[in-house]
Nanobody, 118 residues
Framework: QVQLVESGGGLVQAGGSLRLSCAAS????????VAWYRQAPGNQRELVAS???????NYADSVKGRSTISRDNAKNTVYLQMNSLKPEDTAVYYC????????????WGQGTQVTVYS
C-alpha cells in the first residue's frame, strides 16, 4: 500500500508563495507520473501539474509560469512551488501517484488546504 502525505498548505496573501510537498512511502521512481490536483468548493478536481518518470512536466494553463513541479528521488518527495498566488488558487491540493504495470495503481494523499486572500 502506498501512502502519500501532503504538507505545506496554509493561508497566504495574494501575490505570495507556497511550496507544497508530497512525501511517498516508497520510491517515486517507480511511478509513471506524480501529479498535483486541486479541488475548490463546488468544482471538479483538476490537474495542476505533473512530473513523469522520464523527467517531463506538464502544467495547467492557469498556473503556467507561476508554478514549478520538482522531484527529489532520494527523499521520495515531489514539490509544487507556487508563486504570485491568486484568490482563485484557493483549493484543497491533492498529490496523486500513478503506477502502470499489468494494472494501473492510482494513489491519492489526504490533501492540504491552500487559501489565498486579497
Amino acid at each position: 500500500q502506498v501512502q502519500l502525505v501532503e504538507s505545506g498548505g496554509g493561508l497566504v496573501q495574494a501575490g505570495g508563495s507556497l511550496r507544497l510537498s508530497c512525501a511517498a512511502s516508497r520510491s517515486i521512481v517507480r511511478f509513471n507520473t506524480v501529479a498535483w490536483y486541486r479541488q475548490a468548493p463546488g468544482n471538479q478536481r483538476e490537474l495542476v501539474a505533473s512530473t513523469s518518470s522520464n523527467g517531463g512536466t506538464n502544467y495547467a494553463d492557469s498556473v503556467k509560469g507561476r508554478s514549478t513541479i520538482s522531484r527529489d528521488n532520494a527523499k521520495n518527495t515531489v514539490y509544487l512551488q507556487m508563486n504570485s498566488l491568486k484568490p482563485e488558487d484557493t483549493a484543497v491540493y491533492y498529490c496523486n501517484a500513478r503506477e502502470i504495470t499489468i494494472v494501473t495503481g492510482d494513489y491519492w494523499g489526504q490533501g492540504t488546504q491552500v487559501t489565498v486572500y486579497s
